[in-house]
């Protein structure tokens, strides 16, 4: 996920079955999934925002604020 610093970001996750709408996926610049090794079917939905939200945190250097 790239963005200019300070750019807002909206992170859309969607239910393992259906995921996101077609309207919603018409609507995204981007998209990402997560690789999964052999073994694994799916992330809890959470578990996947969590990644999402922490590749954006290293990538971008983080935000200064703590809490």
Request: proline letters at 4%.
């Amino acid at each position: 996920m790239t963005a200019a610093r300070g750019e807002r970001v909206a992170v859309l996750v969607g239910a393992e079955g259906p995921g996101l709408t077609p309207a919603t996926l018409r609507c995204s610049d981007v998209r990402v999934r997560v690789p999964m090794s052999r073994g694994t079917d799916s992330l809890n939905v959470a578990t996947a925002a969590a990644l999402a939200f922490y590749e954006r945190s290293v990538t971008k250097g983080g935000d200064e604020r703590s809490g």
